[in-house]
């Protein structure tokens, strides 16, 4: 986006950034939607409904912002262990947001892929993930990949058996296997691992999130429950990450220098 293209909300945040500058790659999981509704007396389900309109936000923000990639977790491999009801509910909601909300995407540039296993899906689901991701597919602006029936342990997993399936019809040794070639066959291979992690609604865990991906991410807590994350919100962890130094295992001094050859 050309300077005279941004918006004065943009402006005032890119303003505020420090040495480290923006993420090219935000990953979020939303949590929070549950305790959310519990607190105005809600149904947890109408958590799950407010999360929605903050994510159609979000995706507006981050475009403005001119972030490349937005990795988000809205449903876990270990989510299907919640009430029948809940989950039925949040199959619903990934429908109805898949009807709804693409081709506006589409129409903002938006390149939306779908991460996890998805054969655990409704038929229907699956069907709609696919034409979804054919539609947006050369798509240049913000890539948004939302992490369903997703889960770290089994991105891993499902990367070893590729390379053990090499190994086994004889195109690669083991010796073949390095990280950079498990790396390969993970989800988002082909993009930056991501720079800014960003957990709501106060719990300081992974829950199962991009594991390998997340080596060297900053990482972001805040108890803000997902509901209530708004731009601003959003703007503020940005800002952090941008203040902070991301050595990868070398000195302070030698990253100075390095920024400053
Ligand atoms: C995150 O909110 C959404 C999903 C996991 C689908 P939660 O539903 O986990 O909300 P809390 O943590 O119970 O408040
Ligand atoms: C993580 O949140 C998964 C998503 C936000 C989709 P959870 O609420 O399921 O995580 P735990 O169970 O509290 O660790
Ligand atoms: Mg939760």
């Not at 303003?15 to 790659?25: A, I, K, N, V, Y």
Request: proline share 4%.
């Amino acid at each position: 986006m050309s300077d005279s293209n941004l918006t004065e909300a943009a402006r005032r945040c890119l303003e505020q950034l420090g040495p480290e500058g923006l993420p090219r790659h935000v990953a979020i999981i939303m949590d929070g939607n549950g305790r959310w509704a519990q607190r105005q007396h809600k149904p947890r389900v109408a958590g799950h409904r407010a999360g929605v309109e903050v994510v159609r936000q979000l995706v507006q923000t981050c475009g403005e912002l001119g972030i490349e990639v937005l990795t988000l977790f809205a449903f876990s491999s270990e989510n299907w262990r919640r009430p029948a009801r809940e989950v039925g509910f949040l199959m619903e909601l990934f429908l109805l947001a898949l009807e709804r909300e693409v081709r506006k995407l589409h129409r903002h540039n938006v390149q939306l892929r779908i991460i996890g296993e998805r054969s655990a899906f409704p038929e229907k689901i699956q069907q709609r993930i696919e034409d979804a991701e054919n539609l947006t597919r050369d798509n240049t602006g913000l890539v948004l990949n939302i992490a369903a029936n997703y889960g770290g342990r089994w991105d891993i997993t499902q990367a070893a058996r590729t390379l053990a399936e090499q190994v086994a019809a004889g195109d690669i040794t083991p010796e073949d296997i390095t990280p950079e070639r498990l790396a390969e066959n993970l989800c988002l291979a082909d993009l930056p691992e991501p720079d800014l992690f960003i957990r709501t609604g106060g719990e300081q865990r992974i829950s199962n999130f991009l594991i390998w991906q997340l080596a060297y991410t900053e990482l972001y807590f805040t108890p803000v429950l997902w509901p209530d994350f708004n731009r601003d919100e959003f703007e503020k962890a940005v800002i952090s990450f941008s203040h902070r130094q991301r050595r990868f295992g070398q000195t302070g001094e030698q990253v100075e220098q390095q920024r400053n050859a």
